[in-house]
């Protein structure tokens, strides 16, 4: 079992930069591959960014794509999306979620997430 609880959301100018946290419980955090997925109102629930159980490989959205940047810190159980140059287009709750060994194939896909936080706000304003 993990819990996940989010960070770092706020309201904030086109431009500006944010870094949302994403903190877990439970030992096996190591084994998680992690993901940050993002819902505007009156939309799907869509990937942004995914990072291996090792950190040693992410993958990016196309829209967020040198822009964003996903990390962990496995000795403090915690995944950073690190987001700048916001845009207007970014708001949106952002959500991380976990899944042990995910498959990179599988990162995008929201279905293939077991455990989800609550999620946090992001605003950008124009």
């Known amino acids: 079992q993990v819990q996940l609880v989010e960070s770092g959301g706020g309201l904030v100018q086109a431009g500006d930069a944010l870094r949302l946290s994403c903190a877990a419980s439970?030992?096996?955090?190591?084994?998680?591959?992690m993901g940050w997925f993002r819902q505007a109102p009156g939309k799907e629930r869509e990937f942004v960014a995914a990072?291996?159980?090792?950190?040693?490989?992410?993958y990016y959205a196309d829209s967020v794509k040198g822009r964003f940047t996903i990390s962990r810190d496995n000795a403090k159980n915690t995944v950073y999306l690190q987001m700048n140059s916001l845009k207007p287009e970014d708001t949106a709750v952002y959500y991380c979620?976990?899944?042990?060994?995910?498959?990179?194939?599988?990162?995008?896909?929201?279905?293939?997430?077991?455990?989800w936080g609550q999620g946090t706000q992001v605003t950008v304003s124009s």
């Open positions: 990072i291996s159980w090792s950190g040693g490989n992410t």
């Open positions: 979620a976990a899944n042990p060994w995910l498959l990179i194939s599988k990162w995008v896909d929201p279905n293939e997430y077991r455990y």
């Open positions: 439970g030992r096996t955090f190591n084994n998680y591959s």
